[in-house]
């Protein structure tokens, strides 16, 4: 249906790093979209799912928590923020209950004078008490006075089929931007590589994941089975060693773990070659961090 009561729009997520934006779309989606793990920094992209119905289109965009940049792929990062509070439809803020520390003076101030539709999210209220969790709203509405509150938990899925409609009834009349049958606007190596780069994530510790970009260099379909060649990169020797292991043993069970998750995401049967190199400095280079996707 595309006749004058569609309704279609951006909806983007931000908040700060570990806050649960990821889970958040994910609960959204019911499917797993993007990575999830404990570790700050896990979103760099701008990574947008879409949920369809008959009459409404919505465009989530999970984006990198916000942070202060200490080098450029972190300037990047941050870039990709400034792009989703120009073209959004809708704005949703995503703040863990219990966390006071405020946002840049300067984000408050933009924020506050929006003209788009904003809500606030308490999220994690599955482990906080009655009592934290209204000392957060009471918080939270002296810096955004203007802006709805709401509890929630990514998680669990609490209030998470409400923020659907909420989306849907402040979105504008619009028809579809995607095609109805479309989940996202990311092409499927990209999920190859974020596949291997959460279980870096995972299994490895302290600047080894922040230090490593995933390349997929070969993603061969057949009827069956999908034939996948990737590049792990970091930047030192030293780095490289650690994520190999002894007798190879880390880096297979990173690939092990990562082919497991891309058949379920897929549905088909995965044939994964990961290999690693070292390019150094990728993380402050102007040229590789464009060739990866990141726009400065």
Known sequence: MTDNKHRSGF???IGRPNVGKSTLINSLMKEKL????PKAQTTRHRIRGIINGDDYQIVLSDTPGILAPNYKLQVAMMKFIKETLIDSD???????VGNKELFDQSLIKKLNSFKIPIILLINKIDIATQKELEDSIAHWNL???NIEIYPTSAIEGFFVDELIKIFKDKLPLSPPFFPKDQFTDKPERFFVNESIREQ???????????SVEVITEDFKKSPKIIKIRS???????????ILIGHKGSALKRVATKARINLEKF????????VFIKVKKNWRNDSSSLKKFGYNL
């Open 34 to 37: 993007s990575i999830i793990t």
């Open 90 to 96: 809708f704005l949703v803020i995503v703040e863990e």
């Open 200 to 210: 870096i994530l995972i299994h490895y510790d302290k600047e080894i994941p922040y």
């Open 231 to 241: 590049l792990i990169l970091v930047e030192r020797e030293s780095q490289k060693s």
């Open 266 to 273: 897929f549905g088909k049967k995965i044939f994964l070659e």
């Open 11 to 13: 909806v983007s997520i």
């Open 143 to 145: 810096i955004f006075p």
